[in-house]
């Protein structure tokens, strides 16, 4: 018996000598030895409560001893097995829990489990993750086939981090990452775990890293088709890197600790060339254009310009973020290309290249009439801009302007309609204080919450609404237009100084029908100032012709010089400034477009008989509307609402002689009336007479209110009180919208 005991103990005895020998033969010699293993457990890190175990293996990664169990203490994922007695210091540990899903900012619903292998001789405090589950199998195969730990650990290290393009931390261990570190480890941690969890339920996951745990295990690298897997995990995680980046810190401030995330977009190879992070820019890198403008004639041309640049640079990013910007104001279904009729492509064409860093650009030639601007950029893989060619071509003035298209006259009908109500509802106001006297009907329908104030107030804020859509619709395709609307503007906001003096000027479709809530007046002197301004610069754009507005929509729309100069002439008069405002008046008569005849613009009929008929020599512009009887004192709205006039002009411009000292002149063109219309004058001045003539003649015109203002004759003509020469505000907006009211209302 003791025979057998003593030979058992020497056998053993042999096996163990034998198996220290073969391990100090690759410097591997141990005793058995207490360690005290701790760390943490990431994916996201494991919850509280996850299990995990700790099984000693000798060098050849066998299993040997008994194994260990704890749990995770907390939600970072923290766990210790406090001291343990290992007689080999090799040992695998497994974790399985529940834990931090980062890609969709929340704890999952299944389990995970992960592993690692670790030379405790090296370390004690040791992390499981999923990139040293995934360098598990490759450790063991290594091994397997003569390797020691050491060299099977290091070999898998640059294998794995260069299958990720990450060879920068191969050298470190990467149960020595951890997610709340704050470094460059911690984010390529993040960014690989979060590469394989993107768009992957937690058995999907499971499944998905058994499979590259095989492939790497058995070859070092991962297979073409996990590779372009990986790739298009990639581009669909690259516009939630900031969410995964936001869902870390924020998960870690839940469970009070404030962590640090580098941005993640470095730790990707998204260029594919084998190195993650070397396809942006870094701290004190630029990239440098050739030239950064290009002037192109209309005809176009070619251009090349080099680009110097550190890393690579593309026409349009490989990948980006995804694009949060807000919507169009204006509606692209409402506002499409059929703004203009029958039009080719106006805008800048241009065809663009990138190879070696040289750019070429090929820019065909414009079918514009104004110069146009276009851009070329140049970006990382990453969407970030570097660079930018800015490209300005000239028009082609000779170019015919393009004629509406169906939104166009769509949008200018609903706009015309709006001036129609507003117009003649102006007519009718002015008939009011016409009979003033008569009747006394100011006090009667002139009033903060009469109707008719608000009718007009309304009518103009919703064509100046319709107006300003159009332009910022039409200034983003050609912008052709703009004079044109300009002119519009001009016109409706005169009207409006004239009647309400300060009104809150809307240059913006952000405000509402009036500008919106708590918007406050604009001086008319500042008013007047743009109204100028953009009229100075619309008769530079503007057609020399006869001014058509009863037509179609485009004889509406597209007014002429004519229009603009009448316009600017009465701003001028109406600021007392008759200087400037008489040789505008005076370039309208010598253009010969206008001729007097018989009309009286007093009477409606006739005005209708204008139209009717298509004769119209008098007419210059003119809105169209039906017939409404106010009362017996031939109160009335006509259908045709003459805005401009060539009578109109002819007694605006011989104020504006009187008013500079050329009271002869005036006379004459005062006869001119007389003998066109057959009318008498009364009065002793040539002020009187002009006066009478209006009175007459204007009464439907939309005019006599700002020349009876203008010239001193309101109060008296109309049997007014000082401040009835302002209209009210209407009473909802002063109440809705915060705007002061008009003293003595």
């Given amino acids: 018996m003791k025979l057998r005991l003593y030979i058992g103990g020497l056998v053993a005895f042999s096996v163990l000598f034998s198996s220290c020998g073969k391990d100090s033969e690759k410097g591997e010699s141990f005793e058995p030895h207490t360690y005290n293993v701790s760390g943490k457990v990431e994916k996201g ?18 299993v040997r001893g008994d194994f260990y169990s704890s749990t995770i203490q907390d939600d970072m994922g923290n766990f210790s097995f406090g001291s343990k007695l290992f007689e080999a210091p090799y040992a695998e540990l497994t974790a399985n829990g529940y834990f931090f899903n980062e890609v969709e900012g929340e704890l999952s619903s299944g389990t995970l489990s992960l592993r690692a292998l670790v030379d405790l001789s090296d370390k004690t405090t040791v992390n499981v993750n999923v990139l040293t589950h995934l360098k598990y199998q490759r450790v063991q195969r290594l091994v397997e086939g003569g390797m020691s730990f050491k060299e099977a650990n290091t070999q898998a290290q640059k294998e794995l981090f260069t299958a990720f393009g990450l060879q920068r931390y191969e050298d470190k261990d990467a149960s020595s990452f951890s997610i709340i ?6 984010a390529a941690l993040i960014a690989i775990s979060s590469l394989l969890i993107v768009d992957r339920s937690e058995a999907a996951l499971t499944e998905y890293l058994a499979k590259l745990c095989k492939e790497f295990g058995d070859n070092g690298a991962f297979t073409e088709s996990t590779r372009q897997q990986m790739k298009e995990d990639r581009n ?13 810190i924020d998960r870690y401030e839940e469970i009070g600790l404030s962590v640090e995330v580098k941005e993640l977009a470095y730790f990707f190879d998204w260029d594919n060339d084998g190195v993650a992070g070397n396809e942006t820019l870094q701290e004190g890198q630029t990239v440098t254009l050739e030239t950064t403008e290009l002037q192109v004639p209309n005809q176009g041309g070619n251009y090349t310009i080099k680009i110097t640049s550190p890393v690579p640079v593309y026409l349009e990013p490989l990948i980006s973020e995804d694009d949060e910007s807000y919507p169009p104001l204006i509606s692209e279904d409402y506002f499409s290309t059929d703004i203009y009729e029958g039009l080719v492509d106006a805008s800048v064409s241009l065809e663009k290249s990138l190879e070696n860093n040289v750019l070429t650009i090929n820019v065909s030639p414009l079918n514009s009439r104004t110069s146009k601007e276009a851009s070329v950029k140049v970006y990382d893989c990453m969407g970030n801009e570097v660079g930018e060619v800015k490209i300005a071509q000239e028009g082609n003035p000779d170019m015919p302007l393009p004629k509406l298209g169906e939104s166009g006259k769509t949008v200018v009908a609903s706009f015309a309609l709006e001036l129609a109500k507003a117009f003649s509802q102006w007519s009718l106001m002015e008939q009011y204080y016409h009979y003033n006297k008569e009747a006394n009907l100011v006090p009667q329908y002139i009033s ?9 107030w309304n009518s103009f804020y919703r064509a100046n609404r319709m107006n300003l859509m159009f332009k910022e619709a039409e200034a983003k395709q050609l912008g052709v237009y703009q004079s044109n609307f300009d002119v519009w503007n001009a016109l409706y906001y005169y009207y409006m100084v004239v009647a309400w003096g300060d009104v809150p000027y809307v240059d913006s479709t952000d405000f509402g029908v009036a500008g919106g809530s708590s918007i406050s007046k604009t001086p008319q002197s500042e008013i007047f100032s743009r109204l100028i301004k953009e009229l100075q610069g619309a008769m530079d754009n503007l057609e020399e012709k006869k001014n058509e507005s009863l037509g179609d929509a485009n004889d509406f729309f597209f007014v002429s010089k004519d229009v603009a100069r009448i316009l600017l002439a009465d701003i001028y008069m ?13 370039k309208v008569i010598s253009g010969g477009f206008y001729m007097l005849d018989s009309s009286n613009y007093n009477q409606k009929e006739t005005i209708t008989d204008l139209y009717n008929n298509g004769s119209g020599t008098e007419t210059i512009l003119a809105v169209r509307n039906d017939v409404m009887t106010r009362s017996n004192i031939s109160l009335g709205i006509p259908s045709l609402v003459p805005l401009m006039t060539y009578t109109d002009v002819l007694l605006s411009y011989a104020e504006c002689l ?9 006379e004459s063109q005062l006869n001119k009336i007389v003998a066109a219309k057959g009318i008498p004058l009364s009065g002793t001045t040539v002020l009187d007479k002009i006066k009478s003539a209006r009175l007459q003649l204007s009464l439907y015109c939309d005019v006599n209110f700002a020349f009876l203002k203008r010239t001193g004759f309101a109060k008296e003509v109309y049997g007014v009180e000082d401040y009835r020469l302002l209209l009210p505000i209407p009473q909802g907006d002063v109440i809705a919208g915060g705007i002061s009211q008009n003293t003595g209302y």
């Fill in 658 to 666: 009187c008013k500079n000292g050329s009271t002869s002149d005036a």
């Fill in 574 to 586: 109406y600021q007392g400034n008759y200087r400037q405002a008489e040789p505008l008046l005076a």
């Fill in 45 to 62: 890190p494991f919850v509280s409560g996850s299990a995990i175990t700790i099984q000693p293996m000798d060098s050849k990664l066998q």
């Fill in 236 to 248: 669909a995680l690259a516009g939630q890197l900031s969410a995964v980046r936001n869902h870390v």
């Fill in 181 to 186: 570190g704050g470094t460059d480890e911690s």
């Fill in 448 to 456: 903060p919450d009469a109707t008719i104030i608000s009718d007009i």
